[in-house]
């Protein structure tokens, strides 16, 4: 960070995991209405999808802790150095970075040993979001208006997001809130694309005015198109989803079986209203 | 916005949903305690009205996001222009206008395809009012004191309306709950018309001292009283939907079964306590 | 209020309700408890109370309002005169007496018409109490630090104990919550005598300097001492309501059920472990 | 307090208690699940232990009032002095040990008077931790902003604690709860001790820049890394007690049960994804 790359980075990390959460939230979903749990469902390789998104998240970590520290001047692991403080701004990020590492292992370990709970990798992620959002709202001291402005609305998704997670581990298995959760990541993670494109505008254009209060009017509105934009991208891998699983699967099941469960389905969601 | 009619629109969209919500909450509970489900419970026709419900809130945005950008020296869809950002504050209402029509939407959507969750409407819903919550709170940077006052008040009616939503999301058919939203969108509205009167006089009398705390004083407390009225309203309505559902009702039951419930549903509201 | 008068006459009514609700709230668990629900358990003397409590809360409410208007030149009913707004400070307080009376009216049709929900009441407190946080957010507009800090901290506690009403809609019966809110009610009531003896001290005794911090520390612990008082209370009521229907009520009840009773319940509270 | 060792000697009562909990819900979470209730969870045991756990409480609450009082130029009990305050610090360190104290009263009650609900430790747990977030918030007048920023996290954990016992009080028995709210607990202990090296530092070194805003990002991340600590005792604590009771139990159990429990178990985790 400190850099538009800084920003694209974590930004790109949440973009595609938001897209992925989403797009497991509708499968799951989706499977579990239709009854065909045949290919999809199997224990043994939803097991295997949750190690592998454990390591995928640790490795994100790793990579965006070693950029922070390495990359254009990082601090080289010293924290103190000629009597100050070495680029605590860089410190803040690692530490982020691996607390959301720490979810990654929670999520190995978890679907690795079988005597440890469930919920668990939902607590350490909701613990990851609240970090963050603690971390951000303690990232600004003595910044201009506009750059402490952005950072908050960074820490107030986190923050919601944080609870939704938290929400989750108690209610498990509602696909609205799951989707929710997955629509705030996503609008964080573009979120962090703009936030790098306000402050360090690319391709040498002029930066933003950070004291006129009309941009902040602007990046108000700016946000909840980001989040619609968030609604549209669900909203689409919803609808691909649900065409993908409905025709595709349709031909690998027996079709008998599908004629069958699809008389179901229709009675259970009139039940449901 | 921005004038006497910008404000008296929005309140009367916001007042006459309040009044068909409590209205539809009433009815809906009414008829269930009194296991007349024979005409209004019909499920198609539930259906329908839903969808209607929709479309109408669909065409409420419209309204006012078209009335926002062409009306009276409105933006015309222009968002930047010479060098500066045009008419943010038209902008923000558009946006807010946006959501409560992607509320529309969803609503549509989810009861003509059946595929879809069914509380989906309240989560939009709810994201409407956090939204609009979010905008009002970022919308009066650099005014005066009683504008920035009567807009937080609308924040914070429209937050308690969201999180009342969101609860309702988890505990369905709770005619309480849903009594109660109504009776804050109902304030909402008619606290729309309140600023409406308050920054924009109509009728050419003097406006009101702007920096003056007795008049947040006396609008904290004519605030309160709105509320009272909104409580009132309701009240009213349910006293009203209650004697229409037994009269009217009665002679198009046949009588006999009608007797029978009465009996059953006094032992219920007996076993309730 | 705006006396040493105006602030006890509140405190009082809130701390003979205060300990009425505890007591009924005792009363109802050890009766429950020990299964001898022969005499004060009986539906209607349970209703005939709830109906007094409401005719009581209004009674209570009527007393406060009138007070306000008529009493040492109150606004006698006059909200603005000779070009501005009349006493707004005890139209504030006006305003909160009427949600009370709100509330007892709710009492009392709640258990009259048995159509309505059992649950209003409990809605209806809630608000009353966030409109009084409300009211007490808004009220110390220009006023010393001290005051607004006796203030805030009556908005804390209305704020905590409309929280705890609003969960107690959700999970009824569940004792130690409405202790617990008992507990503040009556702490509410105890800290608006401390609030009258710290801004008007009566007797003639030197007024408190309102901008001293050690005052404000002094009161923070004060107000801690003063909970700690209400546990006591509580606790007390609670041993004396034990005893209470423990002897003299197996006097009542005949002495063969209540052995085969005790019996019971020793073997349940091992259960409920 | 007001010195190293009034920060080291609450933050050890806390670091003790806080791994002592952690371990408590370890054991009866891993012993549910093997099912070996044998030796440990006789409840004649289990409510000795907790008994020990209220006298233990009450003693350490004793020792921090009396030290807070009678040593190096405590107040002597003596509240008012000379027209001033007397030392109100103190007295309100003393408030928040006397809160905790009443939590250890509370457990011995509950569990030698079975009449008394058995969640009201929960309660007063909950309670005691929002009274010291209450003091901690109203503890800082007037002192430098490092010192001011140090209380506000620890205002800020002891209310998430608060929080989440409160959860505790309506979902029992969810090991995760338990393990986050200890790891709180944990945290709150160990950064007693860093508050206690920062604002005192022990044997003569330099004291920090209390003004400095660097110290305040460090500090923030300083935070992060013991709450992470805090993690890995737990996640040490819960490897070493499920080892423990695996392998030694496993002895004094008669093997033949101990194969088919085993099998069971397997059968319920399967079961639980």
Chains 1, 2, 3, 4 share one sequence.
Request: one cysteine or more.
């Amino acid at each position: 960070m400190g850099s538009f790359k800084g920003h694209a980075l974590p930004g790109s990390f949440l973009f595609i995991m938001g897209v992925w959460w989403s797009t497991k939230s509708i499968l799951k979903y989706v499977c579990k209405k239709q009854k065909r749990t045949c290919y999809l469902g199997s224990k043994a390789l939803f097991r295997w999808i949750e190690i592998l998104e454990g390591i995928i998240l640790v490795l994100m970590a790793l990579t965006g802790m070693l950029g922070e520290q390495f990359i254009s001047g990082g601090p080289y692991l010293i924290l103190y150095k000629e009597g100050q403080w070495n680029q605590l701004i860089r410190w803040h990020h690692c530490t982020m970075y691996f607390f959301f590492g720490l979810l990654g292992v929670a999520n190995i370990l978890c679907f690795t040993i079988s005597s440890l709970p469930v919920s668990l990798p939902k607590l350490m992620f909701s613990n990851a979001l609240f970090v963050e959002t603690f971390i951000f709202q303690n990232h600004t001291h003595g910044r201009e208006m506009l750059d402490v402005f952005v950072h908050q609305l960074l820490a107030l998704i986190s923050f919601l997001a944080g609870l939704l997670v938290f929400i989750e581990f108690f209610t498990r298995n509602n696909v609205l809130l799951e989707l929710l959760r997955s629509s705030l990541i996503l609008l964080q993670g573009s979120w962090f694309w703009q936030v790098g494109f306000v402050l360090y505008p690319p391709s040498g254009s002029p930066a933003w005015d950070l004291t006129d209060h009309d941009n902040i009017m602007f990046l108000t509105i700016c946000f909840c198109w980001h989040y619609a934009l968030a609604y549209i991208i669900i909203g689409v891998n919803y609808a691909f989803v649900t065409w993908f699983v409905k025709s595709r699967l349709r031909r690998l099941c027996s079709s008998e079986i599908g004629l069958l469960k699809n008389a179901e389905r229709e009675h259970e969601s009139e039940e449901e209203m």
